[in-house]
């Protein structure tokens, strides 16, 4: 489970990134 969130976490990292990029 805290593999999962953590995975989750990473994610929604570089999708911020991504936004912040554009």
Not at 1 to 22: A, E, P
Request: glycine fraction near 4%; proline fraction near 0%.
């Amino acid at each position: 489970m805290s593999k999962l969130s953590k995975i989750l976490g990473i994610i929604q990292n570089i999708n911020q990134v991504r936004i912040y990029r554009m």
